[in-house]
């Protein structure tokens, strides 16, 4: 029989399960569910229930699929209308432990993924006296998407609510309020970076942890238009009353249509992304609002934020496949022209080949874009912390799987979880990949969250280290060297502290 254990919340008490090392609550509800009138609202409390409430099963999630098991990550995806909710997973319910927290927050491409897999299972954190809690939130339209009459935000809201949730309620699960980080990867990276500069959240987290965060960069009148776009093809009245009537499953059908899966349609998206005139996606967190008032690297710069610790990076490879749809339409010899036909500077599109020698046309379009989308970020970032004089510690995964022969999306996440073992790992890092590798990303991880550092020097403008992660790992002075000059070569403006 399955031993079970019972926990404290404001809103009612909840039945967890006991395992080896930890202890796990699935599926706690942070806030209301967010249909009927409180549709496309910000989150409010949750009324709460009588008794108490089963926590051995993940919660109802806002993603309705994929539902196969295509994707590296395992993503389940369960019904129901309480998708706010989260789970916790800690090594003593003692209230006097006062643990420091890992809050977690999931990618997708702002429209997909779920906190409940395997992946994101907190055991190896408990085991170093570490409570995560790892949430959901809105996707897509749902939560991003401009709708007259509803606040926007409404993901970086729900994050919010997630986070006083835990002010309130996490001493119970042995966790200590005053010492919460949040982490994310790709779009949960991108919303901790949101996080990080909003005056809405100030206070809730005491350091951040972003793994192949985008910026978040959508201008609010993308967003306007965008959502005009939607309410057309949806055929509805683009009010909040409109919007209301519309079932959830047509309004991701809107959002699966907007991107088109022919060459026409790739083209397009990456000269999009490569010609960096855009934002890189439909939804994400916005500008413009009291969530985030103004652009989060200019605040960054200005030194918003700039008392938490912030730990970042990005693999050598996100995106690099991406392209290969492109692969038998490209000659050899021809790549830097194609850049430049899709909006590189044509510095810069001499530069690839020369960097990147052993690489296919296709692919050195896909470092194009990894480089745009996730690297180039991650130095943005760690530049505008070190014009305000902020601590900021950088690194840069390298190591190649043996399953792609690249350092891709996300084959850093099972490494710095420290769960190599588990589901669908062997996919994207090996049948073997190296624990010693884990040991010291997840070391990292959870001295940040321990101790608000990590053992390898801040990034600063006169030098630019980083940890490099690989076997064995190192610590350069410059491993983003290609993409500073890139920077500078897109945006003088933003490395001029340089």
Not at 81 to 109: K, Q, S
Not at 130 to 154: H, M, S
Not at 319 to 343: D, H, K, M
Request: aromatic residues 8%; glycine residues 12%.
């Amino acid at each position: 029989m399955t031993e079970t254990v019972v926990a404290g919340t404001a809103a009612g008490q909840v039945r967890g399960r006991v395992r080896e090392h930890s202890m796990a609550f699935r599926g706690i509800p942070y806030a209301a569910a967010p249909v009927g009138e409180l549709r496309f609202q910000a989150p409010v409390p949750h009324p709460g229930w009588q008794g108490v409430r089963g926590a051995l099963e993940n919660g109802p999630t806002p993603s309705l699929g994929p539902t196969t098991d295509t994707y590296s990550i395992p993503e389940p995806v369960v019904p129901g209308e309480e998708v706010l909710n989260l789970n916790v997973f800690t090594p003593t319910l003692d209230p006097g432990a006062r643990l420091p927290v890992y809050v977690w927050i999931h990618g997708g491409g702002f429209v997909g993924g779920s906190p409940g897999g395997e992946w994101f299972d907190g055991g190896s954190f408990a085991g170093h006296g570490v409570v995560t809690v790892a949430i959901t939130y809105r996707l897509g339209f749902e939560g991003y998407g401009d709708v007259p009459g509803a606040p926007g935000n409404r993901a970086l809201r729900d994050a919010i609510a997630a986070l006083e949730w835990v002010a309130e309620n996490i001493s119970g699960f042995g966790g200590d309020p005053d010492r919460v980080t949040i982490g994310g990867q790709s779009a949960g990276g991108s919303a901790v970076l949101a996080l990080l500069a909003s005056p809405a959240a100030r206070g809730l987290f005491r350091s951040v942890v972003c793994h192949s965060g985008p910026l978040p960069d959508i201008p609010s009148a993308r967003a306007r238009r965008v959502g005009a776009e939607m309410a057309r093809a949806v055929g509805v009245e683009h009010s909040l009353a409109g919007w209301r009537e519309v079932p959830r499953g047509q309004v991701v059908a809107a959002e699966r249509s907007r991107a088109g899966a022919d060459l026409v349609s790739a083209v397009r998206d990456l000269h999009r992304v490569l010609a960096g005139r855009d934002a890189i996606t439909d939804f994400g967190p916005v500008i413009g609002d009291e969530v985030l008032p103004a652009d989060p690297v200019a605040a960054i710069a200005g030194g918003v934020g700039g008392d938490v610790p912030l730990l970042l990076g990005a693999t050598s490879h996100e995106f690099n496949p991406i392209t290969a749809v492109v692969e038998r339409y490209l000659a050899s010899g021809v790549a830097g022209a194609v850049l430049i036909g899709l909006g590189v500077p044509p510095v810069l599109a001499r530069a690839y080949p020369r960097a990147y020698p052993d690489f296919s046309p296709a692919e050195l379009l896909g470092q194009a874009v990894t480089d745009r989308v996730f690297r180039m970020p991650a130095v943005r970032v760690a530049q505008a912390r070190a014009v305000a004089g902020s601590p900021a510690w950088l690194w840069d995964f390298r190591w190649r799987s043996p399953v792609t022969d690249r350092a891709v999306h996300c084959v850093d996440l099972p490494f710095a979880w420290h769960r190599l073992g588990v589901d669908r790992v062997a996919r994207i890092a090996g049948e073997h990949p190296p624990t010693e590798l884990a040991e010291e990303l997840h070391g990292a991880v959870v001295q940040l969250v321990h101790e608000g550092r990590v053992d390898w020097p801040v990034f600063t403008a006169t030098e630019p280290v980083a940890k490099v992660w690989d076997t064995p790992s190192w610590v350069g002075r410059d491993p983003y060297r290609f993409e500073r000059i890139a920077l500078e070569q897109l945006a003088p403006a933003v490395t001029a502290a340089d």
